[in-house]
T-cell receptor
Framework: GAGVSQTPSNKVTEKGKYVELRCDPISGHTALYWYRQSLGQGPEFLIYFQGTGAADDSGLPNDRFFAVRPEGSVSTLKIQRTERGDSAVYLC???????????FGPGTRLLVL | KQEVTQIPAALSVPEGENLVLNCSFT??????LQWFRQDPGKGLTSLLL?????REQTSGRLNASLDKSSGRSTLYIAASQPGDSATYLCAPHSGGGADGLTFGKGTHLIIQP
């Protein structure tokens, strides 16, 4: 079946702008995670959803970052007033339950000029 | 806070060799541990998931072991092939699953034809 998909695959924006990144998890997966990966580093956890609710948002770096999952499927990561330091690959993963294998999408490469 | 170290950071070996990648983590109270591979510019591909109650897990030429009490996991790759060239990441999952994976920086593996 289809894997995790993310759109757009690349996003270039200017400092100060607002961006939205979308994640479509594997059908039926209740757990959804967002990560951020900088060059040469492993992914860094941002936020975890179980169903529609954000069960853990402790990884969000500051209040410019926000994520929603209104119907328990598709999720959107929103970044306000983007900064050059936000440039990274944003990865989404989903799993059947929190205790099971996480499957990752291809990521969205964000570049803030 | 969980911290993950992977040794070596990089490894280059001739095709056909058996090799071992090492992962250590500071907080042994994990729920499970996943090994991933990441090809350049791509997302993460899950290789193996070991539950905290398990000692090892096998998939084809890959074998992962887990010693939770000492905070260590190893990934054994048998009869390496050029297609195995990638970055390998280990990621323990803490908090009963109610948070994200913690990643190391990975081991960059090159298999020489």
């Amino acid at each position: 079946g289809a894997g995790v998909s993310q759109t757009p695959s690349n996003k270039v924006t200017e400092k100060g702008k607002y961006v939205e990144l979308r994640c479509d998890p594997i059908s039926g997966h209740t757990a959804l995670y967002w990560y951020r990966q900088s060059l040469g580093q492993g992914p860094e956890f941002l936020i975890y959803f179980q169903g529609t609710g954000a069960a853990d948002d402790s990884g969000l770096p500051n209040d410019r970052f926000f994520a929603v999952r209104p119907e328990g499927s598709v999720s959107t990561l929103k970044i306000q007033r983007t900064e050059r330091g936000d440039s990274a690959v944003y990865l989404c993963a989903s799993s059947l339950s929190p205790q099971e294998t996480q499957y990752f999408g291809p990521g969205t490469r964000l570049l803030v000029l | 806070k969980q911290e993950v170290t992977q040794i070596p950071a990089a490894l280059s070996v001739p095709e056909g060799e058996n090799l071992v990648l090492n992962c250590s983590f500071t907080d042994s109270a994990i729920y499970n541990l996943q090994w991933f591979r990441q090809d350049p510019g791509k997302g993460l591909t899950s290789l193996l998931l070991i539950q905290s109650s398990q000692r090892e897990q096998t998939s084809g030429r890959l074998n992962a072991s887990l010693d939770k009490s000492s905070g260590r996991s190893t990934l054994y790759i048998a009869a390496s092939q050029p297609g195995d060239s990638a970055t390998y990441l280990c990621a323990p999952h803490s908090g009963g699953g109610a948070d994200g994976l913690t990643f190391g920086k990975g081991t960059h593996l090159i298999i020489q034809p």
